[in-house]
């Protein structure tokens, strides 16, 4: 399995605070059957070169340690960047893209909500060829709300990813819902464990993928945490043109009218 969202970082942002902790993780990874991490450190502010530099460091760094005596799992470099208005001088900084390909870039909103602009700064993004991921949407107080509010993101090319613990009701009811019925809608591109720590938000994707199987079967399900982050971390195309629920609806009703008319 492939988890493109974890915050593995030692003492850089409110993930692990040491280095032993972040090890651990690691392993609790390994040991569930992951074989690849995309280590995706909070970034909060307008990016800038130092502290690009110093997320970079702190990355190279962990990676020696992993490669010098933890389990042989792949480390990948990304960032979680929270939604602001500037959010386009990440384009100065490919390599906070997931796995620094420049194609992919991991999306924060704020829990209260999607804010205004955020459909205009996904267009942005995808014109300068680089295709926004939600991260954990079902996560979103507008999206609980009404999930047709992620709708505009998904037609205009943005992909989701769901957390593993939002699956395995660590969130709430409400949540583990709006998760599963995102899941059955088919608009759910990802699983990630957005793991913080190695006891209770670790590196783990192995329960979520049993639940989402129950909705979505299980080869679906599997995809989520293996083929469909590998297009990600290669930086290829991805593959979706998946009606949305109100398009089905038009398309069903047009189609029902086609057919009246046209004794098809
Ligand atoms: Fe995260």
């Not at 962990?62 to 001088?89: H, M, T």
């Not at 997931?98 to 205009?120: R, S």
């Not at 299980?218 to 998946?242: C, D, M, S, W, Y």
Request: proline fraction near 7%; glycine fraction near 8%.
């Amino acid at each position: 399995m492939i988890d493109l969202h974890a915050h593995l970082l030692p003492a850089v942002d409110d993930g692990p605070m040491d280095i032993e902790e972040s090890v651990a993780m690691v392993r609790k990874g390994w040991e569930e059957g992951i074989s690849t991490i995309c280590v995706t450190p909070h970034l909060l502010g307008v990016p800038n070169q130092e502290l690009v530099d110093f997320l970079v460091t702190s990355f190279e760094s962990f990676k020696e340690r992993i490669l010098a005596d933890g389990p042989p799992v792949k480390l990948v470099f990304g960032s979680e960047i929270y939604f602001q208005p500037e959010i386009e001088k990440v384009l100065a900084f490919p390599c906070l893209t997931l796995n620094g390909t420049g194609k992919y870039l991991l999306v924060e909103f704020p829990m209260q909500g999607i804010p205004p602009g955020a459909e205009k700064m996904s267009f942005r993004l995808i014109t300068h060829g680089i295709v926004p991921i939600v991260a954990h949407p079902e996560r979103s107080s507008s999206v609980l709300r009404n999930e047709s509010t992620l709708y505009p993101f998904i037609r205009s090319g943005a992909l989701i990813q769901v957390n593993a613990g939002s699956l395995e009701g660590k969130f709430g009811k409400q949540v583990k819902k709006t998760a599963l019925s995102l899941l059955k809608r088919g608009l759910v591109h990802f699983i990630g464990s957005d793991a913080h720590n190695s006891t209770d938000r670790p590196v783990s994707l192995r329960r979520a993928v049993e639940t989402a199987a129950q909705v979505i079967g299980h080869e679906q399900a599997q995809l989520l945490v293996t083929a469909n982050p590998e297009i990600i971390l290669e930086g290829k195309p991805f593959p979706t043109k998946r009606l949305l629920p109100s398009e089905r609806e038009e398309i069903g009703l047009w189609g029902k009218v086609w057919r009246e008319i046209t004794g098809k």
